[in-house]
């Protein structure tokens, strides 16, 4: 777990979210391919995330249930 200052301004808690998991993302998968490179065999790599609407925009591009 960690955080970093986002370097763009935001007008709603959504889109400070889908900022962070763009942010994010990369050092994920750096981290993810560096390991396996090393011989790990890695099951799951999870960006866990608790805002519903950040979710459901994130995993379908819609705000739909």
Request: glycine fraction near 10%; hydrophobic fraction near 35%.
């Amino acid at each position: 777990s960690f955080s970093k200052k986002q370097k763009l301004k935001t007008r709603s808690s959504m889109e400070t979210e889908l900022v962070g998991i763009d942010d994010t993302i990369g050092d994920i998968m750096w981290g993810y391919y560096f390991l396996r490179e090393q011989g790990l065999d890695i099951q799951k790599n999870m960006l866990l995330q608790d805002n519903k609407p950040t979710i459901l925009l994130a995993i379908g591009g819609c705000l739909q249930d």
